[in-house]
Each structure stands twice: as structure tokens, then as C-alpha cells.
């Protein structure tokens, strides 16, 4: 098993393979059928995908990353962070799935990101995998890609770890998302102490 810093190196360098892949449209095509299926159901992927994910842990997680970078377009990829060696530093400050909800529910009245945010973090690890790829449509067209590595590295771990990965994505979501209250509700008013 790779120490949590080698896996965030894989991640990043996964992301970047499964972009030179993309580059050839064929494969692209193929990669965006993935859709979120168990690894068993992707027969036409195992050509492309195999010799990048046999070794690592859940790979139905990377089967599904390969298909959410599938559905960029090649000319609108961001720019993806060098890997830095103190990878301690670097990650922790990277956004997360729901730094990439917040942007996208800033200003938009068209989505409710909230919403969807709140379901994605009760969902069993084979319902999450199936909602991502329509989420990820949505993300790109609001100009607001995830991180596609730091998804990997959570997509990975889920079964094992989801209350502690649900719980950053929605920290940094509030963190990051305008506070506005609920329709229909009042803002609570903190109360002053009148000593």
C-alpha cells in the first residue's frame, strides 16, 4: 500500500495520463461511456485503463475520474498543479469537491448545489459514482472543474472514510458559499447579554 503522500503523486499524475489519453478523441468517447459503472461493466475502457489503475486501491474510483476528465474539452483544460515534493503542504489547500459546489453556487439561482451537496454525502460509494458524472457536466459548464486528483483520492477512500470526507466537503463549501438563509426562514439574531 503507496503512504498517503505517494498516493496524492499518483493522483495528480493519474489526472494528467488519463488528459494525454483524452487528447485522442476515440478514447475520449469511450472513457465519458464509463458513466460511473462498477469496473466489471466498462469491458471497452480496460485497454485504455488497466496499466494505470491495476495496482492501486478501488479502481472503479479511477474508472470514474477518467470518465468525469472525459467530459472536458481538450482546449479547456486547466492548468493542473505541479506536483510539489512536500506534498503535506500543497494538498491540504487544494479544492475539494465542495469548494467546486460553492463556486458554482455563487451568484447562480438556476441550481441547487446546496442540495445536491447534502445528498452526495449520504450516498453508499455505487449511488455517489452513478450522480457524478451529471454533476460534473454541470460543474464544467459553470466554468467550476473539480480537482480531479483530490477527487480521485476521495472517490478512493469513501467506503472507508466518508463521514470525515462528507464533513470537508461541506465545511469547505460553507466556508466558501455565501451565507443565505433558508426560504421561508428568518435569520437567527444572536441574543445580547444585557449585564
Known amino acids: 500500500m503507496p ?51 491495476y495496482s492501486h486501491p478501488n479502481r472503479r474510483a479511477h474508472y470514474t475520474v477518467a470518465c468525469l476528465i472525459a467530459h472536458e474539452r481538450p482546449d479547456r483544460h486547466p492548468v493542473t498543479p505541479v506536483p510539489d515534493p512536500d506534498q503535506s503542504v500543497v494538498w491540504p489547500a487544494r479544492p475539494n469537491l465542495g469548494a467546486s459546489l460553492a463556486r458554482a453556487a455563487r451568484g447562480r439561482t438556476d441550481g ?35 480537482d480531479f486528483a483530490v477527487l480521485l483520492a476521495d472517490l478512493t477512500y469513501w467506503r472507508s ?16 458559499a455565501p451565507a443565505t438563509p433558508s426560504a421561508g426562514r428568518k435569520p437567527v439574531t444572536p441574543k445580547r447579554n444585557s449585564t
Open 3 to 53: 503512504s498517503r503522500d505517494e498516493y496524492r503523486a499518483h493522483c495528480d499524475a493519474y489526472v494528467l495520463a488519463i488528459r494525454d489519453l483524452c487528447s485522442t478523441p476515440q478514447i475520449r468517447a469511450a472513457l465519458e461511456d464509463g458513466r460511473g459503472k462498477p469496473v466489471d461493466h466498462c469491458q471497452q475502457l480496460h485497454r485504455y485503463l488497466t496499466a494505470l489503475t
Open 112 to 146: 441547487p448545489f446546496e442540495q445536491q451537496l447534502q445528498v452526495l454525502t449520504r450516498l453508499s460509494e455505487d449511488l455517489l459514482h452513478r450522480r457524478l458524472p451529471g454533476l460534473t457536466r454541470r460543474l464544467l459548464g459553470a466554468d467550476c472543474p473539480p
Open 161 to 176: 472514510d466518508r463521514p470525515r470526507i462528507a464533513t470537508r466537503w461541506q465545511d469547505t463549501f460553507y466556508l466558501a
